[in-house]
Structure formats: structure tokens, C-alpha cells
């Protein structure tokens, strides 16, 4: 069971917007960056979004980071049928003394 | 361009050894930090842990499941971080991933090895 809790599953059709959400605590999200990464089938996961808001360089504005207290949300707008992946945040827990992932969010796009 | 390539995995039965390699280039690799993440057939992403660089004590933290039994080390002669791994469980099977590491989280990753412990 993850410490970061995230939808198991979400979905839109293309063009839409979707919106994934991870759940954290005070020792996670409460006091730390959150970090989004996307995986897709069959690859190694990338990085999306870095300290909470922020975009690598490369990845399109169409994918928004925000954080809300012990909460977070990653925001995919104009969805595409390549955006089907799994998508994770994570942040470093203070009380684990490590960085902790959120279980997973499996997008469709219908 | 970053580059993280990873070798060593293979199959391995329960109480064994393995160590896994990850080669880094396109990057400084002597004043970044690097991490491996490890991914259970079907499952999410699980961190193992990091090693910082010398400047900031070349330390290494470990997650709880494999404090004691893993050992990250780094060698910035030749770009390389190692997994040493032993006393291996069937619950370490999984692909472990290699990467860089910017304010303690992952940024940019290997393509990963398979770790198969198995009888």
C-alpha cells in the first residue's frame, strides 16, 4: 500500500483535459516537492513535473503541476492518444527517510 | 544528452548475490547525486535509495526494505554507480532502474535491468 494515494485509473478523450490526483500527509506533501513522472508501456518512467510546478525542459505546457497543502494534481490538457500511460507522483517523506511514490495512475484515452 | 545504461541483472536464487552496474555520460557525474528505483513485475515504482557526491559527504540512504542488504557505491573515475545486492528475496524481482537525482527525487532514468530471484 502506497503512502501517496493516486486514482488507479483515469481517462478523456482526445482533446479533452484530465486531472490526476495524489493524496499525501504532513511528512510527504505537507513539507516537500512533489515530482510527476509518466511511463510509458514497455519504457522507463520520465520525468514530468519537478517541484510541484515546474517543467523539464521538452515537455510540452500542456501538462500542469499544482500542490495544495498535503495534495497534489497533475493537469494533462488537449489529451493525445500517445498520453496513455502510467503516471506517478512522488516526494520525499520525512518520517521514512526516503522518497515515496504514489501507487500509480493508469490514463485511457478513450 | 544524459545516458544511463545498466547492466548486471540476470536470475538469481533466494540467499544470493548480484550486483548491478549503471555507466553515466552526457552529465557531470561527479558532483550529482544517483539513485535507483526498482519496479515489481505489474506493479508501481519503489525508490531503493541514493548515494550523494563527495562534495556532499558520499553518503548513501536506503529504503527500508533493503537497508542492510543492498550497498549503493559510486566510482567517479569511470562514471559508474553500483547496486551490490545480497541476501536476495523473491520479493526483489523487479526491474531496477538507475538515475540521477536532483532534491532528493529522480530526473532522469536508465532504461533498466531485470532482476530475477527465483528457485
Known amino acids: 500500500q502506497s503512502v501517496l494515494t493516486q486514482p488507479p485509473s483515469a481517462s478523456g478523450t482526445p482533446g479533452q483535459g484530465v486531472t490526476i490526483s495524489c493524496s499525501g500527509s504532513s511528512s510527504n506533501i505537507g513539507s516537500d516537492y512533489v515530482y510527476w513522472y509518466r511511463q510509458l508501456p514497455g519504457t522507463a518512467p520520465k520525468l514530468l513535473i519537478y517541484?510541484?510546478?515546474q517543467r523539464p525542459s521538452g515537455v510540452p505546457d500542456r501538462f500542469s503541476g499544482s500542490k495544495s497543502g498535503t495534495s497534489a494534481s497533475l493537469a494533462i490538457s488537449g489529451l493525445r492518444s500517445e498520453d496513455e500511460a502510467d503516471y506517478y507522483c512522488a516526494a520525499w517523506d520525512d518520517s521514512l527517510s526516503g522518497v515515496i511514490f504514489g501507487g500509480g495512475t493508469k490514463l485511457t484515452v478513450l | 544528452e544524459v545516458q544511463l545504461v545498466e547492466s548486471g541483472g540476470g536470475l538469481v536464487k533466494p540467499g544470493g548475490s548480484l550486483r548491478l552496474s549503471c555507466v553515466a555520460s552526457g552529465f557531470t557525474f561527479s558532483i550529482t547525486w544517483m539513485g535507483w528505483v526498482r519496479q515489481a513485475p505489474g506493479k508501481g515504482l519503489e525508490w531503493v535509495g541514493h548515494i550523494k557526491n563527495k562534495a556532499d559527504g558520499g553518503t548513501a540512504d536506503y529504503a527500508a526494505p533493503v537497508k542492510g542488504r543492498f550497498t549503493i557505491s559510486r566510482d567517479d573515475s569511470t562514471n559508474t554507480v553500483s547496486l551490490q545486492m545480497s541476501t536476495l528475496k523473491t520479493e526483489d524481482t523487479g526491474v531496477y532502474y538507475c538515475s540521477t537525482v536532483a532534491n532528493r527525487n529522480s530526473w532522469s532514468w536508465g532504461q533498466g535491468t531485470l532482476v530475477t530471484v527465483s528457485s
Open positions: 517541484r510541484n510546478n
